[in-house]
């Protein structure tokens, strides 16, 4: 019998995925998606601070109008969009994304995951922890090893670097890290880790990490005194 927890991990997991592959990523030019997410933090703002009832029912409506503007453009259900990019409440701030760098032999690691892409281990940063323990969780879960995290290499605007860009803002952390042990264990994420020289890289999951970004850690990793960039 599955433990409890195991299943909680595999439902968490499966929403994680329909969230990626069923929120419409548009190109970051589309000024309509910009209105559209634009009018979603107006109203979840006004939603959160709001008094007046009038007031109230107005912000409703402007997110409503945010939900019908995605589903138009993207064919998803408007309450599919409502659940997705209309359920968070207070004022509106990007999801945080850790992500990490581990090498050896001057090789870095990559997870590949269950549709054949690779990726540095890592995902969204979960509200009980810090960047620095989601780093650690992501590393342990997708790739089996005990790593700490030693330096930020970078924080980025995602929609500034990988496609397609998303209905939401996310801001992206890449942390290199150093290996204590372990060894990687089949999981409901990822199905292998290797390691890859930077001429060499496997067909990459482009929405998560892309060559630049891998070139970026890289650098980061041979550098003597390498400075944090951000956007």
């Keep these: 019998m599955k433990r409890p927890d195991k299943a909680a991990d595999k439902a968490k997991a499966a929403k994680k995925s ?33 008094k007046d009832k009038f007031d109230i029912e107005r912000y409703e409506r402007i997110r409503d109008i945010a939900a019908e503007m995605i589903s138009c453009k993207s064919d998803i259900p ?6 997705l990019f209309c359920c968070e409440t207070g004022y509106q701030t990007p999801k945080i994304d850790s992500r990490a760098a581990i090498f050896q ?35 342990k879960e997708e790739a089996g090893l005990d790593v700490t995290a030693d330096m930020v290499i970078a924080v980025q605007d995602r929609e500034k670097h990988n496609l397609p860009v998303y209905a939401w803002k996310v801001c992206k952390i890449f942390v290199l890290c150093s290996v204590l042990g372990g060894s990687f264990k089949k ?45």
């Design 78 to 83: 408007k309450e599919k969009v409502k659940d």
């Design 18 to 50: 329909d969230k990626a592959e069923e929120v419409k990523k548009m190109d970051k030019n589309e000024k309509w998606l910009q209105w559209a997410v634009e009018l979603q933090s107006i109203a979840q703002a006004g939603l959160f601070y709001g």
């Design 105 to 139: 032999d001057d090789k870095i690691l990559l997870v590949q995951e269950n549709n054949g892409t690779w990726s540095l281990p890592g995902g969204w940063v979960d509200v009980e922890l810090s960047v620095k323990e989601n780093t650690i969780k992501e590393v």
């Design 187 to 231: 999981n409901i994420e990822t199905v292998r880790t290797q390691y890859f020289g930077i001429d060499e890289l496997p067909s990459l999951a482009e929405e998560k990490n892309n060559a630049e970004q891998i070139k970026m850690c890289f650098d980061a990793y041979y550098a003597k005194d390498w400075k944090t960039l951000f956007d």
